[in-house]
């Protein structure tokens, strides 16, 4: 049976369009999701819409219509994002659908049969922006520590007992390290949880938009908790008949989040599942955040970045390869539209796009439109070449489980810097006299490297490294990381490219 890999992005809020910071999680997931399935892995990817809350309720009566009609019309936007990047899920969860409505119910009364949850009043601050609570103290200047304006509450509210989970979770943590990454958000956690937790208010009562409380019809579950439910019910937690779904995927190999919404992800989801008596994720992971051209992004300033129009502009290819080779996979970064053109064109068009280029054309004017066959003997310049990609794929296995994307494609640029200066110094055209057989060789070599590059890129590149490995007529199962190290045959016909990352001026 083959290993699982379940792994999440966060479900977006329906209020807002999809912008580069939804592209950009998703995106990480989709080659994590894509890199295991090359793997062997038996993958389970899962993205969708958070549906309910205060600000889903604002946002639809701004707009006169029933939050039910406003979430149907909406969360297709955030469909529309996952053909616009070619993101390869596997399911999408939407927070009003029934499978999703029953999993919540059932978790709320697994902690009120475990004696977890109490009724209260709440009287403090919240944040509806966050749909986060605050204590006066955590205040900055009359707002959230996000900026986000605060409202005061007094409601009656059911209170999950956070405060008792403490010494758990710092147990937890210590005993499962990579828990939380990178180490700074680790950090982060630590310093939190170790300064003392309150209880959690997870009801509301002045509003209705939301799952109702099983037999409490004056309370709706608090957003947080509805929505940290999605990951269980997308593998049928709540279906007793599915229940080999569940227990195959459950627990998740990854929650990948941004680093805003990290401590409900690390303190109240992992509370939630132990009072539950479920077993924990084994990672989460909390991603940076974009600015645009140095600023910070928002409505108000108008520089949101949409996703589908840089798509349109610059090509998916362009815009994956971008975001994930210009900033380490867990610090800030600033989109900036002539570092992406200067990454286009140095790295895709210059580099890997001319490499290609240039051994198909050779291959065509001097070979007959045939890829010479396997050389008999290597020198041991070929080999260097023709290992430095299949003889290291633990260490891209390495990068991928510690989300070092820049890392994963920079390895890969050497390889390809390396080809196109063996290009150089080998000199097919002037072999071409010499040592006709040493040139087909030398093309050959150079071929078989190509092959493997686009091979491991084809997580970060789907679109284009399809094209290639169409090209080249490589079979589709022979496109995951076992048949890296079976060597490409050569004796196929092939014919001159058209270029594949076409220069930007
Ligand atoms: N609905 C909650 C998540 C619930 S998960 C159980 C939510 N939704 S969100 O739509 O507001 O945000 C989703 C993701 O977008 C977050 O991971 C957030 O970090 C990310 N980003 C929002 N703006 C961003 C940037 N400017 N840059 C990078 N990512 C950013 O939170």
Known sequence: MKNTYYITTPIYYVNDLPHIG????????????????????????LTGTDEHGQKVETAANNKNVKPHDFVDEVS????????CMNFSTDDFIRTTEKR?????????NALIDNG?????????????????????????DGKAPSGAPVEWVEEPSYFFNLSKWQDELLS??????????????????????KGGLKDLSVSRTSFSWGVNVPNDDNHIMYVWLDALTNY?????????????????????????VGKDIIRFHAVYWPAFLMAA????????????????????????????INPFEIVEKYGIDQVRYFLMREVPFGNDGDFSNSQLVNRVNSDLANSYGNLFQRVVSMICKNCDEEVPLKPKNFKIEDLILINSIKDHIDDYRFL?????????????????????????????????KSDFSRMEDVLYILLETVRQVSILLQPFMPVSSKAILDHLKIADDERDFKSLGKMYEGGINISTPLPLFPRIN
């Open 232 to 256: 269980l019910s997308a593998c049928n937690y709540s279906e007793d008949d599915k229940k080999d779904f569940f227990s195959k995927y459950w627990p998740a190999n990854i929650h990948m």
């Open 172 to 193: 937890f943590y210590d005993e499962n390290k990579d828990f939380i990454s990178p180490i700074s958000r680790r950090n982060e956690i630590l310093s939190f949880v």
């Open 76 to 83: 297709q936007n955030f469909k529309n994002l996952l053909n």
């Open 100 to 108: 999703h409505i029953k999993s919540c119910h059932k978790i709320w």
């Open 116 to 140: 977890h949850i109490y009724l209260g009043k709440y009287a403090g601050w919240y944040a509806v922006r966050d749909e986060a609570f605050f204590l006066e103290s955590e205040l900055i």
């Open 277 to 304: 008596k479920l077993p924990l994720p084994k990672k989460i992971f909390a991603h940076g955040w974009w600015t645009n051209e140095g600023n910070k992004i928002s409505k108000s300033l108008g520089n949101v």
């Open 400 to 432: 991928i489980d510690n989300q070092k994307f820049d890392q994963y494609l920079k390895n890969i640029w050497i390889t390809i810097s390396n080809a196109n200066k063996y290009v150089d110094e080998q000199a097919p055209w002037s072999l071409k």
């Open 22 to 45: 939804h592209a950009y999680t998703t995106l990480s997931c989709d080659i994590l999701a894509r890199f295991k399935r090359l793997d062997d892995f038996d993958v389970f990817f």
